[in-house]
């Protein structure tokens, strides 16, 4: 298959993902690699802007496109749900970009009790080097959030910037829904760091503060680690605590990146009686 047959093939599926968007529920949560990671991700994840720290679109050196598909589900109340998200990245340019569309419909605990969320969102992120190896990003989301029986849109964003600390040890900060809807997330204040070892072992860890709302003061933690394993499959997982829900959960994950495409799994898991868990898969196809 050629560049240009792959890159229209692709074009399709995302075409099509956006057409059954009306009848297939689908996720706006995290990719299948933060997933895996347990939410880590204000360290940067490379080819990860959309779903992390928006500065990391600043290491993007090619142009591709993905697709997720998401099947969360809480099985003491018999509840299930379906999403995915769609889009494009384009590191071809000096201000790298990317733009997404992603959609959920799930139940969720929420204060150990049932809730809903029916929710849309297209991404859009640019990142640009600042100064030196100090990398600046910004990521903005209009949203469409139907929650019985109110039907909202408006505008979000978030704030990112990366930057060494030490010769092997990268660090980033984040301003998370910088807007701070009442009633939606709250503004978050994170950071995170990771460590490379020689090995092709890395080890991550992200803390979060929520700035505004009820949960105002509220602290949240994730550690996680990644390592490669024969050349082309790497492995990770996570432990962390959320802080608007204060449940603890882990994850884990595995990918294969081959020359033109990847593929990636992850589940996560948070909450005891009730559990919530989440099995997400993933594609990424050079364009």
Known sequence: MTKEMTRNAFLLFV???????????FATVDSPMVQGMGGANRFGVPREGLFANPASLAYLDSAFGFFHYQ????????????????????GGTNIKG???????????????RQSYI????FRFGSAHSITGNVMGGMAFRWIKNHNEPNYERFLEGDLGALFPLFADI?????????????????????????YAFGSGFQLMADGYRIMTGVKEGERG?????????????????????????????????????GPRASFDYAMKTMGKGPTERSHTLGMTLAL
């Open 118 to 121: 029916d929710r849309s969102e």
């Open 71 to 90: 099947m969360p589900k809480i099985p003491d109340f018999n509840s299930k749900g379906r999403a995915f998200s769609v889009g494009l990245y384009d």
């Open 221 to 257: 933690w994730v550690l996680a680690g990644d390592v490669a394993l024969a050349g082309d499959f790497s492995v990770r997982a996570g432990l962390f605590e959320e802080a608007y829900t204060a449940l603890k959960g882990w994850s884990w994950g595995v990918s294969w990146a």
């Open 98 to 112: 990317a733009f997404g569309y992603s959609r959920v419909a799930k139940a969720r605990i929420s204060n150990n």
């Open 170 to 194: 990268r660090g980033g900060l984040t301003l998370e829904n910088v807007f701070s809807r009442e009633g939606d997330s709250p503004r978050t204040l994170g950071g995170g760091a990771v």
């Open 15 to 25: 075409l099509a993902g956006l057409f059954l968007g009306g009848s297939i529920s």
